[in-house]
């Protein structure tokens, strides 16, 4: 019997080994493969998603006038220039529902999720007249279907044009009237969903409210700079579906 144990013990290290060696090549097999089938996933449901408020802007032609001299005389040139004059964001109402739906590629599983958007943003005309104000909204992803869109200006639909992964369109707004834009769609993403308060330049947000309803255990809210008072308010009610969560978070400050 003490014959056999060297034997046995030979055989337990080697098969240790080699599925330790098995383990390995699956292991690097399938994570190496790991962006090429997120990138199919992508693909195929649709990419993660970052949505930013939409645009509101009026166009304007403006005189000026230039001098310079030509052969020695003055002359002066008068210009036409257009100026763009972007419209206040007085106040925005999120509605946002993500259920999330694991999709498997090869070994692997992603998250994958299905969200449904709806916002109301109310928008000031400061100019003294009315203006032709055109809307923009831009999609979250460029690798993405969105269905049942929604765009009404004030509860009236708008015609829209579709440019550079983006919804337009324009609206008469009288001279210091406000402009309630409506937005909403359903579409597919994966891995993550965020909301921005748009490009880096942006100096103040007021009235915002963000109210998320979801199956998911937790949310995380990404760190805002020290220097950016806010105040969050967060509600929790759980109901026969899932659980709704409802944050408010309104910016009291400049950047």
Known sequence: MTKRIPAIALIFVCASVAWAILGA????????????????????????????PPLASFKEVVSRKEEGTENGKKLVKTIQEEITTPLPLESSAVDVSLDLEHRQKGLLWFSTYKVGFAGDYAFRNTSTKEQDVSFVLHFPATR???DDLVFTVNGSP??????????????????GEVAHLTVGYRSQGLNEWRYSFGSNDVSQVRAFSLRIKTTLRTLIFPRT?????????????????????????????RW
């Open 25 to 52: 090549t699956i292991f690097s097999r399938t994570y190496s493969l790991d962006e090429i089938g997120e990138n199919r996933v992508a693909s195929t449901w649709g990419a993660p998603q970052n949505q930013a």
């Open 144 to 146: 993405a279907i969105y």
């Open 158 to 175: 708008v015609g829209l044009s579709n440019q550079e992964n983006a919804a337009t369109g324009q609206v008469k707004v009288a001279a």
């Open 225 to 253: 700079r020290s220097h950016l008072r806010t105040s969050l308010k967060r509600t929790t009610v759980g109901t026969s579906d899932g659980t709704i969560r409802t944050w408010c978070r309104v910016i009291r400050s």
